[in-house]
Every structure is written in structure tokens, then in C-alpha cells.
């Protein structure tokens, strides 16, 4: 059996990895039981408790905060991704550090590949990026995954606002010029324990969305169908009529191929993960 230290465990993320790894031996921490940015005793943690993988889903993902307050962005996304790899180093451990699509501009029409330039334009992103750098750079051997539009059944998310705007609007109106993958934070949890477990992934950069693309306009209307609402409810308009302190990615699409030639079992289309998303944990969503 292995051993598992989860840092953010009580997060969407690491809340559905606790669950999946419900059997293992597992240590789950989450803000208020460790400071990812303290080196000292993130380094005390690991060293006590000998993990053989450790992943970091710790992160400040305030997005519009982060444009006012990028001291505590950069103290998570990057000094806390620092102290993670620094701590982890030379023990034989294995890294798993979640990142995100917003590294990247935003502006391709085609799945980003991993080696892609990054030129992210918030905060949020140039944080995360300074993260996914010092990871690199402290621990060479370590994984890095980027994934996008994560929901599921702790926290708050588009799923569940939408829900509630269900419940409490006639109509929604939602942007129909942003693209990107939504997620289900339940199969990428499985996705990441099987890279952990993983004999052959060579150390670098991954990329694991659910497969193929839409907009937040598609999304919605997908989520109001699962609700048994009628979708024409929701109307669409374009990025311009809702401006937000931080710039939003207008294409948030990441390419699989690193994971497939890593000989990793790619997740199900977007659509179909969320009609499972709602069998197995709707009554978590609907509650908004």
C-alpha cells in the first residue's frame, strides 16, 4: 500500500482525491493543518510521515482577488509550490502539483500542448506559472499538471450557481465566447491517483481535462437539462457585457496528447461526465 500526503485536501480536489483514496494510507491536510508557504513545516510533515507521493492541490483561486491581493496569491501559487518541491526533494517522493489553464494567453483556436509559450494575462495565471517554474527548477523529477473549469460536490462552482440562478431567475444570461473543458473533479481525483501510481509516466508537464470543448453558455444549458429545466432559458451574450477585474482565458482548451503517450487513460467527454456528476453527487449540485 502506498502512502499519500494530500496538501488542500479539503478543497473540491482534495476532497474527491480523499475519497478515492478512501482505502490507502493517507494524509490530508488542508489550510488551517498546514501552511503550504512555511518550508519548515511542510519539510517537519513530510519527513514525519515518509509519503510516497505527495500532491499539492493547495492554491489561492480567488481569481478577481488576485488582481488586488497578489501578495497572498503569489504566498500560495508560488512560495507555497516552492516550499512543497523544496520539501519533497531528496526524499524519494513523488510530486503531483496541480496547475491550470490561465498559465496561457487565451488567445489559440486549438488545444494548448504543453510546451506551448505561456504569457499569462491575471495575476492568478502569473502566479501559478511562478509556481509550476519553481517546481521545475527545485525538483526536475517532479509531475505538473495543468486542468480547467473544475467542479464537483464541495465548494462553490459554476455547477452549483447555476443551480441556484435555476431556481431563482426566469432567464440566465451566460458568456458564449469563452472556451474550455469543464471537469469533474471526482475523475480527474482518480486521473491524478493513477499517474501517481504510474511505473512508466516519465517526470514533466501533463495536461487532464474531461475531453472535448464548449462555452459557458454551452455548459449552462447542459446543466439546466440535467436540472430538467428547459435550456432555452439561458440566453447567451459575449465576454464584453460581464467585465471582471481579472481577464478571463477566451480559450481554455488543453490538449490530452502528453497524458495518452504517457499511456494514461484519458477522461470521458465533458458531457457525459457531468450527466455522471449528477447521478452520483446531485444532490450536492442542485443544492447551489
Request: aromatic share 8%.
Amino acid at each position: 500500500m502506498m502512502r499519500w500526503l494530500i496538501t488542500g485536501a479539503h478543497g473540491q480536489l482534495g476532497s474527491d482525491l480523499r475519497r478515492v483514496l478512501a482505502d490507502e494510507d493517507v494524509r490530508a491536510l488542508g489550510r488551517s493543518d498546514l501552511d503550504v508557504a512555511d518550508l519548515r513545516a511542510v519539510a517537519e510533515t513530510i519527513a514525519e510521515y515518509h509519503p510516497d507521493v505527495v500532491v499539492n492541490s493547495a492554491a489561492y483561486t480567488a481569481v478577481d482577488a488576485a488582481e488586488t491581493d497578489e501578495v497572498a496569491a503569489y504566498r500560495v501559487n508560488a512560495a507555497g509550490a516552492a516550499a512543497v518541491a523544496s520539501a519533497v526533494a531528496g526524499t524519494g517522493s513523488r510530486l503531483i502539483h496541480v496547475s491550470t489553464d490561465y498559465v496561457f494567453d487565451g488567445e489559440s483556436r486549438v488545444p494548448y500542448e504543453v510546451d506551448d509559450p505561456t504569457e499569462p494575462k491575471s495575476v492568478y495565471g502569473q502566479s501559478k506559472l511562478a509556481g509550476e517554474q519553481a517546481v521545475r527548477e527545485l525538483l526536475p523529477q517532479a509531475y505538473v499538471v495543468r486542468t480547467a473549469w473544475l467542479y464537483g460536490a464541495v465548494g462553490g462552482n459554476f455547477v452549483k450557481t447555476m443551480a441556484r440562478l435555476e431556481r431563482e431567475r426566469a432567464t440566465v444570461t451566460v458568456v458564449d465566447d469563452q472556451f474550455g473543458a469543464p471537469t469533474w473533479t471526482a475523475q480527474l481525483a482518480a486521473a491524478l491517483v493513477e499517474l501517481g501510481r504510474s511505473p512508466t509516466a516519465a517526470a514533466g508537464t501533463y495536461q487532464c481535462t474531461n475531453r472535448a470543448a464548449t462555452t459557458w453558455f454551452g455548459f449552462a444549458r447542459a446543466i439546466f437539462e440535467e436540472l430538467g429545466a428547459d435550456p432555452s432559458r439561458v440566453l447567451p451574450t459575449n465576454t464584453a457585457n460581464f467585465p471582471r477585474p481579472a481577464p478571463r482565458p477566451a480559450y481554455s482548451v488543453l490538449s490530452d496528447r502528453s497524458w495518452r503517450g504517457a499511456g494514461l487513460t484519458p477522461l470521458p467527454d465533458w458531457r457525459s461526465a457531468l450527466s455522471q456528476a449528477f447521478v452520483s453527487i446531485g444532490d450536492a449540485l442542485r443544492a447551489g
